[in-house]
């Protein structure tokens, strides 16, 4: 799980998300991650850890890289080892997020772009959630910095109700009459 402590002291200064990028040139190998910086994984829709984006001019387009028709996948973690496949045409762009101390991030960098600031004592980055009791799954995914659940919705004669981990569901009335059994209504 990703966190400010990950950063170590900061002497009490902000952190900063902010979107890197770095053209990369084979299918396998490791990013420069930026000083002061832990990346942080699941940052894309459906969760991925980096994005591989065409470049023009040297430049991300942030238009998915593509291989025989196939958008180009990357895998990528903590340390920046990625890897791509399929296999792109070269050069492209591998574009990724970190958590930074604001002191540490070189505004003038042309491979950042700055999002959102967090102040220590924030309570951190969410990067995961679970559902506790054995009933059915409320979360969903999280997206981004959004965690998503579904929702509840009772129907005719039914009654929701929720204790510390678990939502119940009753539903009042009950059977009527003509019920067929073999050999006969009753």
């Given amino acids: 799980m990703n966190s400010f402590v990950n950063l170590g002291n900061s002497s009490g200064g902000e952190y900063v998300i902010a979107t890197y990028w770095q053209a990369v040139s084979s299918a396998s190998g490791t990013i420069q991650i930026p000083p002061g910086s832990t990346i942080l994984l ?3 829709p459906d969760l991925e850890d980096a994005v591989a984006s065409e470049t023009s001019g040297g430049l991300p387009t942030f238009n998915a890289a593509t291989s025989g028709g196939n958008r180009v996948v990357s895998t990528f973690d903590v340390l920046g080892n990625y890897t791509l496949s399929p296999v792109p045409s070269f050069p492209i762009a591998l574009v990724f997020r970190v958590l930074i101390v604001t002191s540490a991030i070189d505004y003038g960098s042309a491979n950042v772009i700055v999002e959102d600031i967090r102040r220590p004592g924030g309570g951190g980055l969410v990067d995961g959630a679970s559902n506790v009791g054995g009933g059915m799954e409320v979360f969903k995914q999280l997206t981004s910095a959004s965690l ?25 009335g009950g059977g009527g009459g003509n019920n067929y059994f073999p050999g006969g209504w009753v």
């Fill in 42 to 44: 699941n940052q894309f």
């Fill in 148 to 172: 998503q659940f579904r929702t509840l919705t009772a129907g005719t004669n039914v009654t929701i109700s929720q204790s510390a981990n678990n939502l119940t569901i009753n539903a009042s």
